[in-house]
């Protein structure tokens, strides 16, 4: 089994900066591609930005794509979301999710196995 534990989510203003963080354990997630998603209120959970096993591919959603940065530390198990200039659309849940397939895929969005509770993210106007 695989437990998924975020964190740094929080109140920010628009414009402003939040880094969040996956700790995994149960197993080592350097063989396995991550992911990062969100859900708003009333809306369903989307893709957010996904990082190969090896951290040399990255992708993104096309409405976080040049704020959002995702990153992984094999070494310390644990993925990373540095989001910058945010907006108010960018509230919600954000969860980290592991794929047991596919880790070398770059444009995956779907088929996660594994996923963390979630952090909040509020960005106000």
């Known amino acids: 089994q695989v437990q998924l534990v975020e964190s740094g989510g929080g109140l920010v203003q628009a414009g402003g900066s939040l880094r969040l963080s996956c700790a995994a354990s149960g197993r ?6 991550m992911g990062w998603f969100r859900q708003a209120p009333g809306k369903e959970r989307e893709f957010v930005a996904r990082i190969t096993y090896s951290g040399g591919s990255t992708y993104y959603a096309d409405s976080v794509k040049g704020r959002f940065t995702i990153s992984r530390d094999n070494a310390k198990n644990t993925v990373y979301l540095q ?3 945010l907006k108010p659309e960018d509230t919600g849940v954000y969860f980290c999710a592991l794929d ?26």
């Open 28 to 33: 080592t997630i350097s063989n396995y591609a």
């Open 83 to 85: 989001m910058n200039s």
């Open 100 to 125: 047991l397939s596919g880790p070398a895929i770059v444009a995956k969005k779907t088929g996660y196995n594994y996923w963390g509770q979630g952090t909040q993210v509020t960005v106000s106007s």
